[in-house]
């Protein structure tokens, strides 16, 4: 249970308080320089758990468990943060709104759906949209390290946009999935 992918995805879920922290009002230029290194690094070993298990042969049920629950918690507790301190405000608080509830949505829907043995595969779209979602909370946070670059900010939105756009036809494709599998 303890293998180094493992540990990595334990990581992720250990360092959330801490970039929470980081993002929690008051704070400087440098608390979100900091949120955002800790953030890439989570990044790095969310990409690095799946390779090493996959190459190691160590994929284990705990694993492939926790390691969508630790994306989900990262992504949550970032939306929220940014919500919170304003980063995302207005009318952009719908797309991140989008964002929580699709992934609720599917988390609940993998589950029912592994209850009942049908397994969903993750789309080539699936994966570009957390592409844009990673690449835009990534760019927000920095965001609040850099404010004598706005476009920063601007990009963060837009991508945050692109994300809630795919996150609604991806969610549509996984519902439409479970639907077939419902009585």
């Known amino acids: 249970m303890l293998t180094l992918p493992n540990i990595l995805t334990l990581s992720r879920i250990i360092t959330v308080p801490i970039l929470v922290f980081l993002l929690w009002p008051g ?52 939306i929220l943060m940014l919500v919170f301190i304003g980063t995302i405000s207005g009318v952009h608080a719908i797309a991140a709104l989008i964002i929580l509830l699709r992934e609720i949505m599917v988390s609940g829907l993998r589950e029912f759906l592994a209850g009942i043995q049908v397994s969903v ?24 390290a850099t404010p004598q670059w706005p476009w920063v900010h601007d990009v ?19 519902l439409r999935v479970g639907i077939k599998h419902m009585d």
């Open 121 to 144: 595969p993750v789309s080539q779209l699936a994966k570009w949209k957390t592409t844009f979602q990673l690449v835009s909370l990534g760019a927000l946070i920095l965001a609040g």
């Open 27 to 78: 704070g400087g230029w440098f608390d979100y320089a900091l949120a955002f290194a800790v953030y890439c690094l989570m990044g790095i070993t969310d990409y690095f758990d799946g390779y090493l298990a996959r190459a190691r042969g160590t994929v284990s049920r705990l694993g492939v468990f926790l390691d969508p629950i630790a994306d989900k918690i990262m992504v949550a507790a970032v």
């Open 156 to 174: 963060g939105l837009l991508s945050l946009w692109a994300a809630a756009v795919l996150t609604l036809v991806t969610g549509w494709d996984y």
